[in-house]
């Protein structure tokens, strides 16, 4: 399956781009700052692998620890925020029709691909071929001179997956079609996105869900003296915030 690949512009966005992601296809592209991209699932049984990075310092890159401890959390879901390692906020979830996004499991392997459905090679079946989540997100990343040194956790967007008293864990499964999760961008990004199975995927049948990306300009952040669903949702993303204001030098909302 060919990957589609989109760098946007440093200039704002006039007007809504859409544009569709297959089933085990991949996707990676520069998203600026105070923009908004929306993820759309057209059928049941969805799942992205997403990873962020700041574009114009690709060493600063999501940290999943830091986001789900600073905001109390297993999961992440709207109101809640991913920060970098630096303490920044990459971007803000602004609404989720979903309201799970697992951030502990990772992108599928190969072998997990493998063991879970068969294989489907390129050469094989061409764009039928079974895909992974990890080497769809490598391989959009090396468009940017990144490689597995440089991937650390990924969000799984569109699925829920919920410990035992013992730890386990397990995939709740749900039909999440015409379910949309926006991210705000709050830095300039590069973004990685692999539409494969999550890896704890009971399915027999390989077969996720298309998705649709759509790419807009962001409202204005609300000032201070307002609410907003993501910076103001506990103490810690207000700091996030103020750190971010300080990284662009805008002391006044620092």
């Not at 600063?60 to 992440?76: C, G, I, V, W």
């Not at 991210?183 to 390989?206: K, Q, T």
Request: aromatic content about 8%.
């Amino acid at each position: 399956m060919s990957s589609v690949s989109i760098t946007t512009s440093d200039s704002s966005y006039s007007d809504r781009f859409t544009m569709p992601l297959p089933g085990g296809h991949h996707w990676c592209g520069r998203i600026n700052k105070n923009t908004v991209l929306t993820l759309k699932s057209m059928a049941a049984n969805a799942n992205a692998s997403l990873y962020v990075v700041n574009a114009d310092e690709k060493l600063e890159r999501f940290n999943m620890p830091d986001s789900l401890k600073a905001q109390h959390t297993l999961y992440l879901s709207e109101g809640h925020v991913l920060y970098s390692d630096m303490g920044r906020v990459l971007a803000s979830i602004i609404s989720d029709d979903h309201g799970w996004n697992d951030a502990i499991c990772g992108p599928s392997t190969a072998a997990m691909i493998s063991s879970q459905y068969g294989k489907k090679t390129f050469q094989d079946a061409r764009n039928e071929r079974y895909q992974n989540g990890l080497d769809g997100l490598l391989t959009e990343m090396s468009k940017f001179a990144l490689n597995e040194s440089d991937l650390t956790a990924t969000v799984n967007l569109f699925s829920k997956v919920i410990p035992d008293l013992q730890g386990q864990l397990s995939y709740i499964a749900a039909d999440n079609t015409n379910q949309s999760i926006a991210l705000r961008f709050e830095m300039n990004c590069l973004v990685f996105i692999c539409n494969a199975p999550h890896p704890l995927d009971p399915s027999d049948i390989y077969d996720p869900a298309d998705i649709e990306l759509t790419i807009q300009q962001a409202a204005p952040i609300v000032s201070k003296a307002e609410f907003d669903i993501c910076r103001d949702s506990c103490s810690q993303n207000q700091r996030g915030f103020e750190n971010n204001a300080r990284y662009f030098g805008d002391y006044t909302n620092a």
